[in-house]
């Protein structure tokens, strides 16, 4: 089983971007995803961000996880 965290992007800088997932903030490479900017949510999987995600889709995966743990 794949599990992805959602994150909002608080910079983007050659191909990486800085996340915040509930308070913890870690690099990311975001070379995938076109027009990435700082407010943006994404899904991250594997310290990569795999697909903008709309805010309200972000707190839904955060409530579920928030659940299974």
Known sequence: MCVGLSAKVV???DGT?????SGAQRAVSAGILEDL???DYVMVHAGVAIAKIASDDAQEA????????
């Open 11 to 13: 910079s983007v800088k």
């Open 17 to 21: 971007a800085m996340i915040d997932a």
């Open 37 to 39: 900017e700082p407010g």
């Open 62 to 69: 955060d409530d579920v996880m928030e659940e299974l743990l």
